[in-house]
């Protein structure tokens, strides 16, 4: 294997370190950074999440609290709930784990949310924000690959960047981060021709398109950063979007999946809480 190792589980026990180190910090100026989290059904996949979340903000001190509402909840009531927290003062950040339950329209309540409590960065004021280089709440899988990019000093500052996926969750917020940060950035989606042709001229590619072993050896530019933020299971194993070994020999850098982007997110989501609770608490 040609390729660096990009190590996701590291950078993320680092940025968890320093979050525990600021929240202590946080508390003892009298401020607990406080997360809510709103789970509605029983979607397994969610609860382990949710877990996962809980887990991690216990370890770096910041308060969580889970609001669990049955599968058959209205939208009223799903809406009160978000209000609700919306006016709590003790809560900084708000999150409404997706997806949810095929009744209840996501689009409304994401929009419910007070912008500056939006720690998964999904209202359209912080993507509007983060358009216009404004301070915003960014989604945190994109923010994470930033982290990692930083952490292994690959400056995007005048590189050719390519994000493989255009979803306002990964993709788009991904070229935005990359643009901030000087790249020269192109997006491709499911209707992109000649894919190939464009993904060999990256220094930095990011594939996020939810499909396994879909970026080959023959798409990746000798010495290229190749970040895999997909996550498939193929026969109960976890794969990435990057045809993993092959493309090690030809990339300089490469994220594994499981161990790369997706240990991130919540490192990352860590961060915007605490973020939020710095803001309000000056
Ligand atoms: P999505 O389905 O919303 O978007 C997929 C994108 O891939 C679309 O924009 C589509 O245009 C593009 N695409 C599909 N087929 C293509 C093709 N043949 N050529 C080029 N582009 C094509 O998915 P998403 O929410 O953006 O997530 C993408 C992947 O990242 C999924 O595997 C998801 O599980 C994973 N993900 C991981 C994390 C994490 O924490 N690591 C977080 C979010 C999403």
Redo the contacts with the bound molecule.
């Keep these: 294997m040609a390729a660096t190792l990009i190590d996701g589980r590291a950078v993320a026990r680092d940025v968890k370190e320093r979050i525990a180190v600021k929240t202590a910090e946080m508390i003892a100026w009298g401020i607990t950074p406080h997360l809510a989290v709103v789970l509605v059904g029983e979607n397994p996949a969610s609860q382990v999440y949710v877990r996962n979340k809980e887990n991690a903000c216990i370890k770096a001190g910041i308060r969580s609290t889970v609001i669990r509402l049955d599968e058959d909840c209205t939208q009223q009531t799903l809406e009160d709930t978000v209000k609700k927290l919306n006016d709590d003062e003790s809560v900084h950040g708000i999150l409404v784990q997706l997806p949810l339950p095929k009744h209840l329209d996501e689009a409304s309540v994401l929009r419910l949310i007070d912008p500056d409590k939006d720690v998964d960065g999904f209202h359209a004021m912080n993507s509007g924000r983060l358009m216009n280089g404004q301070p915003a709440f960014v989604p945190?899988?994109p923010l994470?690959v930033m982290e990692l990019l930083k952490a292994y000093d690959i400056d995007p500052n005048g590189k050719r960047a390519v994000v493989?996926?255009?979803?306002n969750?990964?993709?788009k917020p991904m070229a935005m981060l990359l643009l901030a940060a000087n790249a020269t950035v192109t997006i491709?989606?499911?209707?992109?021709q000649n894919?190939a042709e464009i993904t060999r001229d990256a220094d930095i590619l990011v594939a996020?398109?939810?499909?396994a072993n879909?970026v080959k050896a023959d798409m990746v530019k000798p010495g290229a950063a190749v970040i895999d933020?997909?996550?498939?299971r193929v026969d109960g194993k976890l794969v990435g979007?990057v045809d993993f070994d092959a493309v090690s020999e030809v990339a300089g850098h490469i994220t594994p999946v499981p161990g790369g982007?997706?240990q991130?997110?919540i490192a990352m989501l860590l961060c915007n809480t605490l973020d939020a609770a710095a803001k309000r608490g000056r």
């Design positions: 945190c899988t994470g493989i996926g255009r979803s969750i990964v993709g491709c989606h499911s209707r992109t894919l996020a398109v939810g499909r879909f933020v997909g996550i498939n979007d982007v997706g991130m997110t």
